[in-house]
C-alpha cells in the first residue's frame, strides 16, 4: 500500500475516535449523536449540487450501508447509555469490524488477503480487543450492544466501498450517504421520543460544527482509501483508532491506561505495520 493511503487512513481514525469520544462524554450521547450526524447532512446538502450523484449501481449499496449504519449508530449509544464506558463500546465495536469486514469481503467480492494482511487484521483486532477485556463482563447489555455495532459497522463498510467504487465520485457518495444518513437518524431519533432536533443542535452547537466537521472528513478519508485499496485493510487500519480513542479517554475522559491497554497498543502498531505490506 502506498504511505499516503495508509496515512489517508490513520487520520479517518484518529477523526473517527475524536468524534466518538464526543458523543460519549455528552451528558446525553443520544441527542449529542443525532446533533452531529444531522449537521452533517445539513453541510451535505449544499455541496451535493456540485457533485455527481452515486450511480444507479451504487444505489443499492448505498440504500443498504444506510440501514446498517443507522443500525451501528443506535447500537453504539444502547451501549453507551447501558453503561458501557468509552473504553468499552468503541474498542469491543472496533475489534469485530474488520475480522467480519475480512470474511464478506472474500465472500462478496473474492477479495482475499495474503498471509501479512491477515496477521495484520487479526492482530489489529486482538489488540483493540483487549483495551475492553477487563470490563465486558461488569456490563454484559454495553457488551452485546457494542458487537451488534460491530456487526452493522462491518456491513456498511463492505456496502459504503463497493457504492464508492461503482460511483464516479467519491465525494459525491460520501455526501449523498451523509445527508440521508442525517434524514433517516433525525426521524428515528423523534421516534425515539428524543429531544426536539434543533434543540439538540443547540444544545451541542461544538459537536453539531466541529463533530460533524470531523466526522465528515474521517468519512471521506475511509470511502477514498476503500477505492484504492482492498476493503478489508482499509477497515482495519481505520480502526486502529482505539489508539487515539485511548489517548482521547485518558486525557479528556480520565479513562486509566493500563499495563495490558499498553500492550495493546504494542499489538495494534505492529498489526498496522504488517498491513502497510498487505
Known amino acids: 500500500m502506498d504511505g499516503i493511503v495508509v496515512a489517508a ?3 479517518s481514525a484518529a477523526l473517527h475516535a475524536a468524534w466518538n469520544a464526543a458523543v460519549k462524554a455528552a451528558p446525553d450521547p443520544q441527542a449529542a449523536m443525532a446533533a452531529q450526524v444531522v449537521a452533517s447532512g445539513i453541510i451535505s446538502v449544499p455541496v451535493l449540487l456540485f457533485l455527481p450523484p452515486p450511480s444507479a449501481e451504487a444505489l443499492p449499496w448505498l440504500a443498504a450501508s444506510t440501514s446498517f449504519n443507522l443500525l451501528a449508530m443506535l447500537a453504539m449509544v444502547r451501549g453507551y447509555t447501558a453503561g458501557g464506558g468509552f473504553g468499552l463500546v468503541y474498542p469491543i465495536t472496533r475489534a469485530t469490524s474488520p475480522l467480519l469486514v475480512t470474511l464478506m469481503a472474500a465472500i462478496l467480492f473474492d477479495e482475499h488477503l495474503g498471509p501479512a494482511g491477515l496477521a495484520g487484521v487479526a492482530l489489529v483486532s486482538a489488540g483493540v480487543a483487549m483495551f475492553a477485556a ?3 463482563r461488569s456490563h454484559p447489555a454495553a457488551l452485546l450492544a457494542a458487537l451488534a455495532a460491530g456487526a452493522f459497522s462491518a456491513a456498511y463498510a463492505v456496502c459504503d466501498a463497493q457504492g464508492a467504487r461503482l460511483s464516479p465520485s467519491t465525494l459525491g457518495y460520501g455526501f ?14 423523534r421516534l425515539r421520543g428524543g429531544i426536539p432536533l434543533l434543540r439538540a443542535l443547540r444544545r451541542h452547537v461544538v459537536l453539531a460544527s466541529l463533530g460533524s466537521s470531523g466526522a465528515m472528513v474521517s468519512y471521506l478519508l475511509i470511502l477514498w482509501v476503500w477505492s484504492q485499496a482492498p476493503v478489508a485493510v482499509g477497515a482495519a487500519l481505520r480502526d486502529t483508532s482505539v489508539v487515539f480513542g485511548a489517548v482521547i479517554a485518558a486525557v479528556v475522559l480520565k479513562e486509566r491506561v493500563t499495563p495490558r491497554r499498553a500492550f495493546a497498543i504494542g499489538l495494534v ?7 502497510r505490506f498487505a
Open 9 to 11: 487512513a490513520l487520520l
Open 269 to 275: 502498531a505492529i498489526g498496522a505495520a504488517a498491513l
Open 134 to 136: 477487563g470490563d465486558a
Open 176 to 189: 449523498a450517504m451523509s445527508a440521508i444518513n442525517a434524514a433517516m437518524f433525525g426521524t428515528v431519533h
